[in-house]
């Protein structure tokens, strides 16, 4: 996933998150958020 500046995240139809995307081209940092709980059942 990319973002440009900021971004929600949905999965499933749930909210997940939402920060900040990296600013700098050159100074990307990574951001975690733990999906599990939003994972459906086959």
Same mark, same amino acid.
Not at 19 to 31: H, I, L, Q, V
């Given at each position: 996933m990319?973002?440009?500046d $900021?971004y929600?995240?949905?999965? =499933?139809?749930r909210?997940a998150?939402?920060r900040?995307a990296p600013? $700098? #081209?050159? =100074? #990307? $940092?990574w =951001?975690?958020?733990?999906?599990?709980?939003f994972?459906?059942?086959?």
């Amino acid at each position: 996933m990319t973002a440009d500046d $900021y971004y929600k995240l949905y999965i =499933n139809g749930r909210f997940a998150g939402q920060r900040p995307a990296p600013e $700098y #081209y050159f =100074n #990307y $940092y990574w =951001n975690e958020i733990d999906i599990l709980e939003f994972e459906k059942e086959r």
